[in-house]
């Protein structure tokens, strides 16, 4: 009997964060009620706060195996010894820009405030759930690779120079994709404009502006 509830426990549950991540989709993270989701999901209201205590704790959790994902995702193309480092960054790029705005409700996890000695990366603060690494983890080891392929561009690697391009970088990032966050297009219409202006960002920043027609002296 404690099995089938087991199992009956792990369907509600996916059958909530399912039913929230739609709602999500459709109306975004704060135009969407707990009630709302349990309807879609088919379940009662006081149900699902038998699993998660606000909206919130549920975006959390939705989010862990998504992170997984990106983490795993950013890992293999840092393993491909065919790509030159700016190329690599730019492949991150893409993937990080990709699950931000294809996943919008779960931006807020990615881009958190960052405590003052958090060298450049966003942190929540430490919290673990029954499923999967928790948040915090995830998005530290997250940032790690993010600040390695940031520092695989730079032809030194001291340690200021590269804390000042890795944060950057990440202001790039978040400026780029807080300005689509908010815009009614599709994710494959915001996408194929988005992917571009990072691209060429990443060359701005780590190759400088060449100069065009530059003057040639006189006599």
Do not use: W
Request: hydrophobic fraction near 35%; proline fraction near 5%.
């Amino acid at each position: 009997m404690k099995q089938v509830r087991t199992s009956k426990g792990i369907v509600t549950k996916r059958n909530i964060e399912e039913a929230a991540g739609k709602l999500f989709g459709l109306y975004g993270y704060q135009g969407v009620t707990m009630r709302e989701i349990a309807k879609e999901a088919g379940c009662s209201h006081t149900l699902i706060y038998m699993y998660y205590k606000d909206k919130e704790e549920l975006l959390r959790q939705m989010a862990s195996p998504l992170l997984e994902k990106l983490l795993y995702r950013i890992r293999q193309t840092q393993k491909d010894p065919a790509l030159p480092p700016v190329a690599c960054l730019q492949s991150i790029s893409h993937d990080l820009v990709h699950f931000c705005l294809s996943q919008r409700s779960m931006v807020s996890i990615l881009f958190a405030n960052p405590p003052a000695t958090s060298q450049g990366g966003l942190v929540i603060a430490q919290e673990s759930f029954d499923h999967g690494p928790c948040i915090e983890t995830l998005r530290n080891e997250l940032y790690a690779c993010i600040r390695s392929a940031v520092g695989c561009c730079l032809p030194r690697s001291e340690p200021d120079t590269e804390r000042t391009f890795h944060r950057l970088y990440l202001f790039m990032l978040h400026g780029l994709v807080m300005s689509y966050t908010e815009r009614n297009e599709t994710a494959p219409e915001l996408l194929e404009r988005a992917y571009p202006l990072i691209d060429q960002g990443i060359k701005v920043l780590f190759g400088g502006i060449a100069p065009i027609g530059a003057r040639e002296s006189v006599g």
